[in-house]
């Protein structure tokens, strides 16, 4: 019934909602305890723990799915590849929106830039790889193998640079802080490098148990629409899979720590572009079939151009929200 779904779907926001809070104040205290810079911080720690969603799904998919192989292996790529056009379309776009309510449309928003721009970097260049990929035979098994393997070696390579960098960061006044006291220490907790980490992991069960509840309810409104395996995959499951780093990111800028907010999209970004597509690359139904090409030919688009606009120095909400663009433009097409 519609207004189950509806239900459903409200409660895994506020469970998420939650989570998000809980993940993001713990993670601040952690981050600042161990003087880590905030790109470090959002760019690995954050964006990987609020991977967990969109990881178990192509996962989940593929391994533990139905009957049917060619559509476990749809909902996996479609999972795998509607994430980065999720974040750099949709994510970005409602960080301009929320910026904008606080700050106005024109004002610059302000990243730490060496570390925005590496994050980018890193991700066009996995999702070049991926794109590549697509052209190997399903055949050609050791040709496949050898480029989840190249992936997986850059985003070792992208950690490391990242850590390496956070020291400087931290010295440049980047550092992470936190001006909100930890949730359990208001409740009587010590406040101790445990109490943060169980905050931390309180939060991650919170945000997997929404995301999945969330997943759920958008599958079962889908469901009623009729719409492909691989066209659900890449339009809908994202908009759940993807929730717990928007929350982060939205309530990280509406409090103006704008490396924190951009580094967990970005980071996240790099992530699912370089381990999750690793995943996807083996499997057979990664081809260049018209749904995939539009959807990474748009998240190219989406993220050249929030690239242009950091490089120009016009990093504006009015700017930043024509990402959203990209989205509009694959439903567009493809519904």
């Not at 970097?121 to 050791?142: C, D, G, K, N, Q």
């Not at 802080?177 to 109490?195: N, T, Y």
């Amino acid at each position: 019934m519609l207004g189950v779904d509806i239900l459903v779907l409200l409660a895994g926001l506020i469970v998420i909602l939650a989570g998000s809070e809980l993940f993001t104040n713990a993670i601040e205290h952690v981050g600042q305890r161990l003087s880590l810079s905030e790109g470090l911080v959002g760019s690995v720690f954050a964006a990987v723990a609020t991977a967990l969603p969109e990881t178990l799904v192509p996962v989940v998919a593929v391994f533990f799915g139905g009957a049917n192989t060619a559509m476990r292996g749809h909902i996996g790529v479609g999972a795998i590849l509607g994430a980065p056009l999720m974040l750099v379309s949709i994510a970005m776009s409602l960080l301009a929106l929320f910026a904008a309510l606080k700050r106005g449309w024109t004002a610059q928003l302000k990243p730490e830039s060496s570390g925005f721009l590496r994050d980018l970097m890193y991700f066009i260049v996995a999702f070049t790889i991926a794109l590549l990929s697509l052209l190997i035979p399903p055949e050609l098994r050791a040709a496949r193998v050898m480029a989840s393997i190249s992936l997986v070696f850059l985003y070792v390579v992208y950690v490391t640079n990242t850590v390496r960098a956070s020291k400087m960061l931290v010295l440049d006044g980047h550092g992470t802080h936190s001006e909100f006291a930890l949730w359990i220490g208001r409740i009587g907790i010590a406040h101790k490098l445990w109490s943060e980490i169980t905050q931390l992991a309180l939060g991650l069960v919170l945000i997997v148990a929404g995301a999945k509840i969330f997943v759920y309810g958008v599958e079962q409104l889908a469901l009623l629409t009729g719409l492909s395996a691989l066209l659900l995959s890449l339009l809908i499951v994202p908009v759940a899979t993807e929730m717990p780093e928007k929350i982060n990111s939205i309530l990280w800028i509406r409090r103006s720590k704008d490396t924190l907010a951009f580094s967990n999209i970005t980071g996240a970004l790099v992530f699912q572009s370089t381990l999750l597509t690793a995943f996807g690359i083996q499997l057979s139904v990664w081809r260049p079939q018209p749904d995939i090409l539009w959807s990474m030919g748009l998240t190219f688009a989406a993220a050249l151009w929030v690239l242009l606009l950091k490089v120009s120095r016009r990093f504006t909400p009015a700017l930043l929200v024509v990402s959203a663009f990209a989205y509009a433009a694959l439903f567009y097409l493809l519904v």
